[in-house]
T-cell receptor, first 111, second 113 residues
Framework: EDQVTQSPEALRLQEGESSSLNCSYT??????LFWYRQDPGKGPEFLFT???AGEEKEKERLKATLTKKESFLHITAPKPEDSATYLC????????????FGKGTMLLVSP | DAGITQSPRHKVTETGTPVTLRCHQT?????MYWYRQDPGHGLRLIHY???????DKGEVSDGYSVSRSKTEDFLLTLESATSSQTSVYFC????????????FGSGTRLTVV
């Protein structure tokens, strides 16, 4: 059974205070690892896909990295508008490859 | 959300009544998914479709059925609603199983009283 564990559950940062969110996973063959952002009352919004260990992707203040057992979402000099819940999901390399999601990390960035 | 709409956005229903939620897409994507999101559980897959009339069960399919008679529409039916089905329901679409990510709808907040 595929499993995704995200930590911490919640994180409060001051504006400009860099940090990282963690996503640990177990999957029987990884096709892809996905990061999403979700704002209150809205559906998740796609951020990144990582396919192999060592891969990195960047978008504005966000950088996602991948190892064989976990992924990190690094947030550099965050702004209040980065406040959201960040979701991690894995896609197995079999069948129709539906996504299994973690419970998310709720990030709050204070000015 | 561009290309995918869910209806209704909010619904309150009574225990024991059937309820149908609709997901409509204009992207002509092959794959469609229904998830529910609950505090402490995250997003959990209910059912998914890999083509017209082709559907399969997800992790939490008990008490739910789906139908897909057209590419653009994927219906989720709660056969006899229970309070445990109070949740936010999200529909998602993808172009292929090996996609770059799902596109999610805005969700339907369902309350069963």
């Amino acid at each position: 059974e595929d499993q995704v564990t995200q930590s911490p559950e919640a994180l409060r940062l001051q504006e400009g205070e860099s940090s990282s969110l963690n996503c640990s996973y177990t999957v029987s063959g990884l096709r892809g690892l996905f990061w999403y952002r979700q704002d209150p009352g809205k559906g998740p919004e796609f951020l990144f896909t990582l396919y192999s260990a060592g891969e990195e992707k960047e978008k504005e203040r966000l950088k996602a990295t991948l190892t064989k057992k976990e992924s990190f979402l690094h947030i550099t000099a965050p702004k209040p508008e980065d406040s959201a819940t960040y979701l991690c999901a894995v896609q197995p390399n079999s069948g129709y490859s539906t996504l299994t999601f973690g419970k998310g990390t709720m990030l709050l960035v204070s000015p | 959300d561009a290309g995918i709409t869910q209806s209704p956005r909010h619904k309150v229903t009574e225990t024991g009544t059937p309820v149908t939620l609709r997901c409509h897409q204009t992207e002509n994507h092959r794959y469609m998914y229904w998830y529910r999101q609950d505090p402490g559980h995250g997003l959990r897959l209910i059912h998914y479709s890999y083509g017209v009339k082709d559907t399969d069960k997800g992790e939490v399919s008990d008490g739910y059925s789906v139908s897909r008679s057209k590419t653009e529409d994927f219906l989720l039916t709660l056969e006899s609603a229970t309070s445990s089905q109070t949740s936010v329901y999200f529909c998602a679409i993808s172009e292929s199983a090996r996609d770059y990510g799902y596109t999610f709808g805005s969700g339907t907040r369902l309350t069963v009283v």
